[in-house]
């Protein structure tokens, strides 16, 4: 069912998960659709998250932004104070580090293999940390083992601020230890875009790769999702079957690597469960020094990739 209404201020606005950052030339959302945009999320009692560009909406914008409570997610290039989710894409975070903010940081595999050990600052820095591997589905098998190199040594560096008596939060290693369930994108599910024209997507990245697949637009008044059960969990059979609860579960990747919006790639599964391993061990290394309040158990497994289980699915 969906909550979350995801608004799009520009066409060249930040993305803060997989897909790519929009080129091209700025195409603005109007202060009419805005306005319609908030209207119908509140009769629908939904919640805003507003995604802004890289550079400053006009001044009657941000007066109708003000009229709503929502999540603004800002590039860090403009981000300032009222910035609920701070976007930063590649390195250079040192304005992050000084706002405070949750932020997402958008790398490459290869980014994240050679220069993770100057993500602590910013770890220490900000209360919560998404880390959004962009090309997670271009890992090589060569990869998965460096990965596995940098979740261990990341895990050690964490350890020690717990163990010092310090609190972090990133998405690679904390998520899974406060998650009791799946906690996933929801595109298409328990979240729908609004692109700056006024027309609904799944998400940002369905707008960006197939602007003519439009579900619905304001309008019209009305979404129609095709096949809408495949965007949730019961209609995905090995996600179901997952308890990898930190995956974003991202259906975009999922459509760009198997055709098949419900279906996960190889690679995604294969990095989550890393990281799940990653978090497994962390937890057992925290509760053997300590009490904490985490509520998983996290068992230990032979896999890392559901699908080579399926022969023990009910």
Excluded at 68 to 91: F, K, L
Excluded at 214 to 234: E, F, H, M, R
Aim: hydrophobic fraction near 40%; proline fraction near 4%.
């Amino acid at each position: 069912m969906i909550g979350y209404l995801i608004i799009l201020l520009d066409h060249t606005s930040a993305s803060f998960c997989h897909y790519g950052n929009a080129a091209g030339e700025r195409k603005l959302m109007s202060v009419d659709t805005l306005r319609t945009a908030i209207r119908y999320a509140m009769v629908h009692n939904w919640a805003v998250q507003i995604v802004y560009p890289r550079y400053e909406v006009p001044d009657e914008l941000k007066a109708m932004i003000e009229t709503v409570d929502s999540c603004r997610i800002m590039p860090v290039e403009i981000a300032d104070g009222s910035a609920d989710v701070v976007v930063v894409d590649g390195w250079d975070f040192n304005k992050a580090v000084m706002l405070g903010k949750p932020t997402t940081l958008r790398i490459t595999k290869s980014e994240l293999f050679e220069r993770y050990a100057e993500l602590m600052p910013l770890l220490t820095a900000v209360p919560k940390l998404n880390v959004v591997i962009t090309d997670v589905h271009k890992f090589s098998k060569a990869d998965f083992e460096t990965y596995k190199t940098v979740m261990k040594d990341l895990r050690e560096k964490v350890a020690g601020v717990f163990l010092s008596g310090g609190r972090l939060s990133v998405n690679l290693l904390t998520d899974r230890l406060m998650l009791e369930q799946m906690n996933n994108c929801g595109a298409g599910d328990t979240s729908i875009t609004l692109s700056p024209d006024g027309k609904f997507y799944i998400c940002p990245a369905f707008y960006y790769d197939a602007p003519d697949d439009s579900v619905g637009s304001l309008c019209d008044d009305d979404i129609a999702i095709d096949n809408a059960y495949l965007y949730t969990l019961k209609g995905a059979p090995i996600c179901r079957h997952c308890d990898a609860w930190h995956c974003k579960r991202c259906v975009w990747m999922n459509r760009l690597t198997t055709r098949e919006v419900n279906t996960p790639s190889h690679e995604q599964c294969v990095v989550a469960h890393i990281e799940r391993d990653a978090s497994r061990l962390l937890l057992d290394e925290l509760n053997e020094m300590g009490k904490y309040e985490f509520n998983s158990d996290i068992p230990e497994i032979d896999y890392f990739d559901p699908f080579e289980t399926r022969d023990l699915w009910k």
